[in-house]
């Protein structure tokens, strides 16, 4: 794959070496025995495998301490790792696929609430999604490399509201935006090549959540109960 223009070569990956899953583990959660098109794990999938969720502990008004999990913001299964990002964490955990850490992928507290993540096809760099409008490009050593687009609404090719993104495999950035309720998709130099969306005969419906590589998932409706399915290039599939 070609290297992205904007981002220096040298990010290296970490403890990236997988346990052998046994097939007793991978039967038992059918949602990391997955196909090509779902790579987003759910909380109870991560709960079967039995990983440890962060806790922290906070004091009450009347003195007492209350410690309770922390959930997910978001989970992702990749061939080699799952990766999970906990709220009020400044790292993202790496787990092989019977929930055994590998390490982790520490986070600039200066990039404030991530609301989601992709890690691309060649396990060096994590794309952050930190605002309405931008993306922030680390590596696994947690080095900032650069960015994917500019926030603003007088352009078409700037972003506003992102609400998910994922990287195809050729290493585009595909973002779902709020501001045109479409996927813009980006190319490995930050620069915009084209958008597409999900289209019904009489309305156009609120999107929601991306996923997938070689073909691209996208969930909407009101209830989150509608998929469609692309290919990289934006054509509808099926």
């Not at 906990?86 to 520490?106: N, R």
């Not at 980006?186 to 009489?202: C, E, H, I, W």
Request: proline share 4%.
């Amino acid at each position: 794959m070609q290297r992205r223009n904007f981002l220096k070569t040298s990010a290296s990956v970490v403890g990236l070496v997988l346990a052998p899953a046994s097939v007793t583990a991978l039967a038992a959660n059918a949602e990391l025995n997955t196909s090509k098109l779902t790579r987003r794990i759910s909380q109870q999938a991560l709960k079967d495998l039995s990983i440890s969720f962060p806790e922290m502990t906070m004091t009450s008004p009347s003195g007492q301490d209350v410690t309770f999990e922390l959930n997910p913001l978001a989970a992702r299964y990749y061939p080699n790792g799952l990766f999970v990002l906990f709220e009020h964490t400044d790292e993202i955990y790496i787990y092989d696929q019977v929930g055994q850490v590998l390490g982790s992928i520490p986070l600039n507290l200066k990039y404030g609430l991530i609301k989601d993540f992709a890690v691309d096809e060649d396990n060096q760099l994590v794309f952050l999604v930190t605002g309405p409008g931008t993306i922030k490009v680390i590596g696994f050593d947690g080095g900032h490399y650069g960015d994917v687009g500019s926030q603003g609404l007088n352009h078409f090719e700037q972003l506003n509201g992102i609400k998910s993104i994922t990287l195809d495999d050729s290493g585009r950035v595909h973002v779902l935006c709020s501001q045109s309720n479409s996927i813009k998709v980006f190319d490995n130099s930050g620069t915009l090549l084209y958008s597409y969306s999900a289209k019904s005969l009489l309305s156009k419906p609120t999107l929601h959540q991306l996923d997938g590589q070689s073909e691209i998932k996208v969930v909407g409706g009101q209830f989150k109960d509608r998929e469609w399915f692309f290919a990289p290039s934006g054509q509808p599939i099926g």
